[in-house]
């Protein structure tokens, strides 16, 4: 029956975690998944995290369904978290359900614009994106484009070439992902005065913003400061799309919790969205899972814990950043390396850009057990006390040949 099933290619990301299980030399170092690593380079569940599983424990709750857009609280407080306790949106009408994690709610919002958006069957993903939001919007019936973003010579931001190919290139009305913060794979985000002329743009252009914020904490250490983008858009009054997700910044990665939300212009509207957003989900998957949606929602509701968690979602923060100063000094300083590396410090969140070339990613896999994807993005996160030195010595040797 499968016999003309042709083999695919391996996921970009997750195979070079399959390299990286096969190796086993002791030194190899895995900084392809974006997934935070504590000192010592195991998996980290946050101590609040582990305080609202002892209360949920305790609280004997039943294993029933939820609703179709999943639980209501929890979403209620996800989107405050996004939005802002004073937004103006969150008393006239955001439309929003829980997902499956940042991916799921990225699917629920292709899905509905390819639905109901009227407008325009095109979207516009900055140039790289993370390489899930191409078969995400192809899979949704979208017509995948990018826009110029990453400048390969200055390792930053080419803002020149996206206000060109938004202003020029993009045709009226078309959709516009826009990672919220800490830019991945790049690591590089626009300023504050960079995102307002974004918004005006948009206006202009009338293009759809649709924001993808999976790391709301991890590129300044603040939930709030990290919400900006969000934020001003909705403030100039932009109906943005919004996907969240808290694998990185709770650490529930495998727990799956995420949102998706709609700007909607009043609760008359917002009652025909909901309405629609629960025929699309509810032949997906009916209802999402329950369990990471409580821990979440306790964290997001209990005062003493979310201003716990707010400590170590900087906590994580601020580690990779000193990986970032560890690592430029050693290359810059104790190595010189060919090259600058200030990139290394300047980029955010939890992915460096390093400007490794494909050839050099290969050898340092072959040579040093060294793993990141083909790009050269590292995660910093894969950093820590006991390889960082080595890891330096790795990338000066194959930058040396
Ligand atoms: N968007 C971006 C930009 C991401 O980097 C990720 C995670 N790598 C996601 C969405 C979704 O992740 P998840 O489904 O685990 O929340």
Excluded at 15 to 39: H, Q
Excluded at 131 to 160: A, Q, W
Excluded at 333 to 353: C, E, N, R
């Amino acid at each position: 029956t499968w016999s003309a099933v042709p083999a695919g290619p391996p996921d970009a990301i997750l195979g070079v975690t399959e390299a990286f299980k096969a190796d086993k030399d002791p030194r190899k170092i895995n900084l392809g998944v974006g997934a935070y690593r504590d000192d010592q380079g195991k998996p980290y569940v946050l101590d609040c995290v582990k305080k609202a599983e002892s209360i949920l424990e305790a609280s004997k709750p039943d294993k029933e369904y939820l609703p179709i857009t999943g639980h209501a609280e929890f979403t209620k407080n996800a989107v405050k978290l996004a939005y802002g306790a004073d937004s103006t949106p969150l008393k006239a009408g955001i439309s929003s359900t829980q997902s499956i994690s940042g991916t799921g709610a990225l699917r629920i919002g292709a899905a509905f614009l390819a639905r109901h958006y009227p407008h325009s069957k095109v979207v516009y993903l900055p140039s790289p994106s993370w390489g899930n939001h191409v078969p995400i919007f192809r899979d949704s019936g979208f017509e995948v484009r990018n826009y110029t973003y990453f400048d390969p010579t200055t390792l930053g931001l080419n803002f020149e070439g996206l206000k060109a190919d938004l202003l020029t290139k993009a045709p009226e009305n078309s959709v516009v992902l826009l990672h919220a913060c800490a830019h991945n794979p790049t690591g590089v985000d626009p300023t504050p005065e960079q995102w307002a002329e974004i918004s005006d743009i948009c206006k202009e252009r009338k293009l759809f913003p649709f924001f993808d914020m999976a790391y709301q904490g991890f590129a300044s250490g603040s939930t709030s400061r990290d919400a900006f983008a969000v934020r001003h858009f909705v403030s100039q009054g932009h109906q943005i799309a919004l996907c969240q997700s808290f694998a990185k910044n709770m650490g529930l990665y495998g727990e799956r919790v995420g949102a998706f939300s709609l700007v909607t212009a009043d609760p008359e509207e917002k009652a025909r969205v909901d309405s629609q957003l629960k025929i699309i989900i509810r032949p997906m998957y009916s209802n999402p899972p329950v369990h990471g949606a409580r821990i979440a929602n306790t964290i997001l509701a209990n005062e003493d814990l979310y201003t716990q968690w707010e400590g170590e979602v900087k906590g994580m923060a601020d580690r990779i950043i000193t990986m970032r100063e560890k690592l430029h000094n050693i290359l810059t300083h104790d190595l010189k390396t060919p090259g600058d590396w200030g990139h290394i410090k300047s980029q955010i969140g939890m992915f460096s850009f390093t400007g490794l070339k494909k050839a050099q990613t290969v050898a340092l896999a072959d040579k040093a057990h060294v793993y990141m994807t083909a790009d050269g993005r590292i995660s910093m996160a894969g950093l820590n006390a006991s390889n960082i030195a080595y890891f330096a010595e790795s990338v000066d040797g194959a930058v040396k040949g």
